[in-house]
C-alpha cells in the first residue's frame, strides 16, 4: 500500500536543534563540494514535517541506531512506506552510482528486454578509468544484457547507451530529461541527473529520502528485482568484433553476505564518497537502506547499510517517523524542468519564486494554519536565499566501481 502525507511544515521542527547522528567519527575532509539549492522548508518536508532536520530522526523509544560514517541516510519500509528512521534525510549530497536506480526507474518501463541494439562510439565516451562492462562498438546485445552489466558491475558506457535508447530523436539529452521529470513525478524533488552514469556533473544532487522513493520505484517492477538479484551473468562474444565472451558477478556484497539480501546498488566517486543503496526481507518484511557520503573507517559501504538494515528489522512495524509519499502526491515548488537553480546565473530562476507562491496557495486552502506556518517558512527561505555562483566539482573526477 502506497502512503501519502500533507505537506505541511511545522516550526517546531525548523526551531528544533538537530540531533547529531552517531558516527565512529567526524567525516574525512574531502574535496570541495558542489554548489547545491539553498534549503527549501516546503521540500525538506516531504514525507513528513520530522523528516526536515539535519540531524537524526528516530521514533521514540526504540534502540539507537549503528554509528555509520555516512554523512546522511534513510531506513523505510519497501511495502507500507513507512519511514524508520534516518540522519539528515532531506540533505543535498552527490549520488555517484546509485544515480543509475533513476535511470532504472525511467527506462524500465521504455525499453523492451528483448530488444537487440547496437552499441555505438558515442556510448563507450565514459571517464577514462571509470566503471565499465567492456562493450565494443558494433557490438549487438540485448537490453536485458544491458540493464545486467548496468546493476551487476554499473557499467557507464551502459548507461549511456540505456539513456540514449530511452531518450527518443535526442539521444542521452532526452534521456536525461526524461529521468529528471520522472525524479519529479516520484515526489524526488530534490534529485537532479546531469549525467545517467552518475558520473559527477555541474548541477548533480540528490538526498537519502529521495532515493529511497526512487528504490522503492525500482522494485516494483519485476524485471528490476530479478537483474539486481543476479549474482553472475554472460556478456555474449561479438564474433564481427573479434570479441569473446566473458561473465561477470555482482559488485553488491550484500548478495553474499546478508541472508535475505534483494539488492541494490553501490556507488563512489572521489566526490561523493561512498554511496549505498541495499534492501532485504526478514519475516515477510522487506526494508530499504539509503546512505550518502560514506567514508570507509571500520565499515565499508555495503556494511554500514547492512547494519542499519539490522537495526530497522529490530523495530515494531508500527515505528515510523515519515512516510515515503506516492508518486504524484506530493507538490512542492519542484526544480526547473531542465536546470537546477544553482545552475543558472545568479542562483534561483523566477520560475522557483512563482512556483513557491504556488504551493503557498495550496497550502491556504488546506489549511489556515499550515498557511500561516508555511507561508512564513516559505518567506524566510526566500528572502534568505543568497546568490551563489555556480562552480563545477571540477570535471568528473576520477570515479570507479566500488566492490
Not at 507500507?80 to 527506462?107: D, F, I, N, R, W
Not at 528486454?113 to 562493450?135: C, K, R, W, Y
Not at 568484433?241 to 555482482?250: C, H, L, M, S, W
Not at 508500527?318 to 509519499?325: E, H, K, Q
Request: proline share 10%; glycine share 12%.
Amino acid at each position: 500500500m502506497l502512503l501519502a502525507t500533507p505537506l505541511v511544515p511545522v516550526a517546531g521542527a525548523a526551531a528544533a536543534a538537530p540531533v547529531p547522528c552517531p558516527r565512529p567519527a567526524p567525516p574525512a575532509p574531502g574535496p570541495t563540494p558542489p554548489v547545491t539549492p539553498s534549503p527549501d522548508p516546503v521540500q525538506r518536508a516531504v514525507g513528513g514535517p520530522r523528516l526536515a532536520t539535519s540531524g537524526l530522526v528516530v521514533p521514540p523509544g526504540v534502540p539507537k541506531p549503528p554509528k555509520v560514517a555516512a554523512t546522511s541516510w534513510l531506513v523505510a519500509d519497501l511495502d507500507t512506506g513507512e519511514v524508520l528512521g534516518g540522519c539528515g534525510p532531506h540533505e543535498y549530497a552527490t549520488p555517484a552510482s546509485v544515480q543509475k536506480l533513476l535511470l532504472a526507474a525511467t527506462m524500465l518501463p521504455r525499453l523492451d528486454p528483448a530488444d537487440v541494439v547496437t552499441i555505438t562510439a558515442g556510448d563507450l565516451d565514459i571517464e577514462p578509468g571509470s566503471s565499465a562492462v567492456g562493450l565494443v562498438e558494433g557490438g549487438r546485445y540485448r537490453v536485458d544484457t544491458l540493464w545486467l552489466g548496468l546493476l551487476l558491475r554499473s557499467g557507464n558506457e551502459v548507461a549511456n547507451a540505456l539513456a540514449r535508447l530511452g531518450g527518443g530523436a535526442d539521444g542521452v539529452a532526452g534521456g536525461l530529461r526524461a529521468m529528471n521529470e520522472h525524479a519529479r513525478q516520484l515526489g524526488a524533488y530534490q534529485t537532479h541527473a546531469a549525467t545517467p552514469s552518475g558520473l559527477d556533473g555541474p548541477g548533480q544532487f540528490t538526498s537519502a529520502y529521495d532515493l529511497a522513493l526512487i528504490t522503492r520505484a525500482c522494485f516494483a517492477d519485476a524485471r528490476f528485482r530479478s537483474y539486481v538479484a543476479t549474482r553472475e551473468a554472460t556478456i555474449p562474444a561479438q564474433p564481427r568484433q573479434r570479441a569473446k565472451g566473458f561473465t561477470i558477478d555482482n559488485d553488491n556484497q550484500l548478495l553474499y553476505h546478508y541472508p535475505g539480501a534483494l539488492g541494490g546498488k553501490t556507488g563512489y566517486t572521489d566526490l561523493a564518497r561512498h554511496t549505498y543503496v541495499g534492501a532485504a526481507e526478514r519475516g515477510g518484511r522487506r526494508l530499504v537502506v539509503t546512505l550518502l557520503g560514506a567514508d570507509v573507517i571500520d565499515k565499508r559501504g555495503w556494511q554500514q547499510g547492512a547494519a542499519l538494515l539490522d537495526w530497522g528489522f529490530e523495530l515494531p512495524p508500527a515505528a515510523s517517523v515519515g512516510v515515503l509519499v506516492s508518486p504524484g502526491a506530493a507538490s512542492a515548488s519542484a526544480p526547473p524542468a531542465s536546470v537546477p537553480p544553482q545552475a543558472l546565473p545568479g542562483g534561483a530562476s523566477g520560475a522557483e519564486t512563482a512556483r513557491s507562491a504556488t504551493f503557498a496557495g495550496r497550502l491556504r486552502s488546506a489549511s489556515l494554519i499550515g498557511l500561516a506556518v508555511g507561508v512564513a517558512l516559505l518567506a524566510g527561505a526566500l528572502v534568505g536565499r543568497r546568490r551563489w555562483r555556480h562552480r563545477t566539482a571540477g570535471g568528473t573526477g576520477r570515479p570507479t566501481r566500488t566492490p
